[in-house]
Nanobody, 127 residues
């Protein structure tokens, strides 16, 4: 079992940057593929970015490519989402997720693939 706690959200202006953190406690963090999702009011939860066990493989949604970067520090049991050039349409609650994986290159891009979720952190981007 792993518990996830996100932090780093806030209210920013368009063009600003934020870095979200997701700290994991419990079982071995390095054995979990990690992902970030977001959910805006009235919309379904959508995939943002994912990263494999060692960080060697990543994927991100087209809407954030070139602006958001996912990374992880297994020594600190933490996954990050660096968000640059934020836009009002990035406003949402951001969730991190973890799923046990057994191959170093595995990552997951669908919410149904993840078992463990954080409580979410609000990101609001004003125009």
């Amino acid at each position: 079992q792993v518990q996830l706690v996100e932090s780093g959200g806030g209210l920013v202006q368009a063009g600003d940057s934020l870095r979200l953190s997701c700290v994991a406690s419990g079982r071995s963090f390095s054995g979990y593929a990690m992902g970030w999702f977001r959910q805006a009011p009235g919309k379904e939860r959508e995939f943002v970015a994912a990263i494999s066990l060692t960080g060697g493989s990543t994927n991100s949604a087209d809407s954030v490519k070139g602006r958001f970067t996912i990374s992880r520090d297994n020594a600190k049991n933490t996954a990050y989402l660096q968000m640059n050039s934020l836009k009002p349409e990035d406003t949402a609650v951001y969730y991190c997720a973890a799923q046990r994986a057994y191959y170093s290159t595995t990552y997951y891009t669908t919410s149904g693939s993840y078992t463990h979720w954080g409580q979410g952190t609000q990101v609001t981007v004003s125009s």
